[in-house]
């Protein structure tokens, strides 16, 4: 076959891909790629870099080979190779032209409205969300949740730390249920609205009208329910709210920055009814998915840099996908104000307040606190010589962290803790880290934990 059957070969398996695929994902992966030979039943398909190859093979290798099938039925495999020269970062080298200046203003203000009916904001979709095997199983929950509301799963309960797509995928699909069912009334509700709701209500003895008008909703979006930790007049209100909707088969969708039996002093009643429809957590993007994330912001705010700045940010941005924006938005301004892009020097210079060091550290004095806030404690209660169970277990977490995020000696470590030795240090360490070996729940408190101590955001 000749370049030109290649071409078009191709292009016919991309419009096709480009409606199984969303379109952040269709151009982080598809783009700059081509048919390069088809001989003997073998096509090559080349790809601009070792990621977009080992991506391509892992999630994409079915649905490329069988569209390729149906347009040639000669042909039974592919395979994807790295294109040796990469002539696209040489012409991304070059200084953007006015055009593409202009674009990029005119874009960067583009101002979305939050609607005043939904509380949603149209700048969140599916179309931008970037999905990789950190997310995949809240995507894919969010996404048939859109499709039937209120009998796929009731309630959808999406967990996960700071930064990482939990308002986004909530919003993306009250927006898509919105295009979908347009005489569904959506409502998207911060937790600590609803919550100052519940009181102002109270207060101004309106408790009832407040709950009719939240019963005239149809699906309920409920973000960041931790706040609801303690608050329990505002958990007997949603309570009851929950029930009536649930009996009416209307859709509920929380999130939070934990699993349910990890808020703390959260009503039973509640928790079990947090668990019983659609769990989902949302983990931390793996390098190559921090890549593709920043390829796909880079595009869709019309931005152009380089692999390597691209890369800098991923390796030193890790945990927290509003951080890397936050990178790109410095950048942007400094190719606006110029007029070209910052080379990979520039970057860093710009970036450096952004990445700190690349290895951030932690503290006995920041695992302290966040180990108590993340258990309700007061970082004195951490301290105290008690056996209180509610106190034991957080206090050896501690310890475990100390020993492995500050590789402290284990005599320190107990001096750290009043009347503690290292004996009762040794014992922590090893009971947690046999516990982290069976007990799933442990373990996501334990990365969640880490999470918050590595994070800008919350520190
Ligand atoms: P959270 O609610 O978990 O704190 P957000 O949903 O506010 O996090 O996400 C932080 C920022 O990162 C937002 O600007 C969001 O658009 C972006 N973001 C998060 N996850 C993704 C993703 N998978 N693809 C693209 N952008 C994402
Ligand atoms: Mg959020």
Not at 44 to 55: D, R
Not at 234 to 258: G, P, V, W
Not at 402 to 423: C, N, V, W
């Amino acid at each position: 076959m000749n370049s030109k059957d290649n071409k078009d070969l191709w292009q016919s398996v991309l419009a096709q891909v480009q409606f199984a695929v969303s379109r952040a994902n269709f151009a982080t992966w598809f783009r700059n790629t081509e048919i390069i030979s088809n001989q003997n039943g073998k096509v090559l398909i080349s790809v601009p870099n070792s990621f977009s190859k080992e991506w391509l093979s892992n999630k994409y290798h079915s649905l490329i080979l069988k569209i390729l099938r149906s347009l040639d039925k000669n042909i039974r495999m592919i395979e994807f190779v790295v294109k040796s020269e990469a002539p696209q970062l040489i012409k991304r080298k070059r200084a953007p032209q006015k055009k593409e200046i202009i674009n990029n203003s005119q874009l960067q203000f583009v101002e979305f409205k939050i609607d005043q009916k939904t509380n949603l904001n149209p700048r969140y979709t599916f179309e931008n969300f970037v999905v990789g095997g950190f997310n995949e199983l809240a995507h894919a929950a969010a996404w048939a949740i859109s499709e039937n509301p209120g009998t796929t799963y009731n309630p959808l309960f999406i967990y996960g730390g700071v930064g990482l797509g939990k308002t986004h995928l909530l919003q993306a699909t009250g927006n898509r249920i919105v295009n979908l069912f347009p005489n569904k009334r959506v409502k998207y509700t911060p937790s600590e609205t609803f919550i100052s709701g519940i009181v102002e209500s109270i207060r101004n003895h309106k408790i009832e009208e407040f709950k009719k008008e939240l019963r005239k909703i149809d699906i309920l979006i409920m973000d960041d329910v931790q706040f609801f930790a303690g608050k329990e007049k505002t958990q007997e209100e949603f309570f009851h709210i929950f029930n009536s909707f649930y009996q009416a088969q209307k859709q509920i969708i929380l999130s939070s920055d934990r699993p349910p039996n990890a808020i703390p002093a959260l009503e039973e009643r509640l928790k079990s009814r947090f668990e019983g429809g659609m769990i989902a957590d949302i983990g931390v993007p793996d390098f190559e998915t921090r890549v593709a994330i920043l390829k796909a912001k880079c595009e869709e705010r019309n931005i152009n840099l380089n692999q390597d700045i691209l890369e800098y940010i991923a390796t030193n941005i890790q945990r927290n996908i509003r951080e890397m924006e936050g990178a790109l938005n410095r950048l942007a301004i400094y190719q606006k104000i110029n007029q070209k892009e910052p080379d990979f020097e520039v970057a860093k210079k710009l970036l450096r307040n952004l990445v700190l060091s690349p290895k951030k550290s932690t503290s006995f004095k920041q695992i302290l606190r966040i180990v108590s806030a993340f258990y309700d404690l007061s970082e004195k209660d951490l301290l105290l010589p008690t056996r209180r169970k509610e106190i034991v277990k957080p206090r050896q977490i501690a310890m475990y962290l100390l020993r492995e995020e500050l590789k402290e000696s284990y005599p320190a470590i107990g001096r750290r803790f009043q009347g503690k030795d290292h004996t009762t240090a040794i014992y922590a360490y090893e009971k947690i880290a046999k516990q982290l070996e069976e007990d799933d729940n442990l373990l996501t408190e334990i990365t969640l934990i880490k999470q918050r101590l590595y994070n800008n955001n919350s520190s």
